[in-house]
């Protein structure tokens, strides 16, 4: 399974942007997903997922700004960024965690996508 993700880029403060992230594969099933940061000298952060019961978690520091999403039955997952702050700069990264069926049996597989830069400044 591969996580490519796209739509980074640079906006200025204030301004709305979204990253998607598209898993492929031959056989898998998802059951969490999420999306991390890390800024320029710092450590990388949690910043939303969603759990395998549905159950969406958001950084404090996101909250009320962010949406993370996955349309029911696809393999692409959204990070919908509005309200944005320099703060918010950053590699983004993708992450999806499920099962492989390809091999002929269900095996546990994490990946990680490649990332995407997002600028806020003006």
């Known amino acids: 399974v591969q996580l490519q993700a796209s739509g980074g880029g640079w906006v200025q403060p204030g301004e709305s942007l979204g990253i998607s992230c598209q898993a492929s594969g031959r056989e898998f099933s998802i059951n969490t997903v999420g999306w991390y940061r890390q800024a320029p000298g710092k450590q990388r952060e949690a910043v939303a997922d969603?759990?395998?019961?549905?159950?969406?978690n958001y950084a404090d520091s996101v909250k009320g700004r962010f949406t993370i999403f996955r349309p029911n039955g696809k393999n692409t997952m959204y990070l919908q960024m509005n309200n944005l702050k320099p703060e918010d700069t950053a590699v983004y990264y993708c992450?999806?965690?499920?099962?492989?069926?390809?091999?002929?049996?269900?095996?546990?597989?994490?990946?990680w996508g490649q990332g995407t830069l997002v600028t806020v400044s003006s």
């Open positions: 969603i759990t395998a019961g549905g159950t969406i």
């Open positions: 992450t999806t965690a499920g099962l492989d069926y390809s091999g002929g049996h269900s095996e546990y597989f994490e990946v």
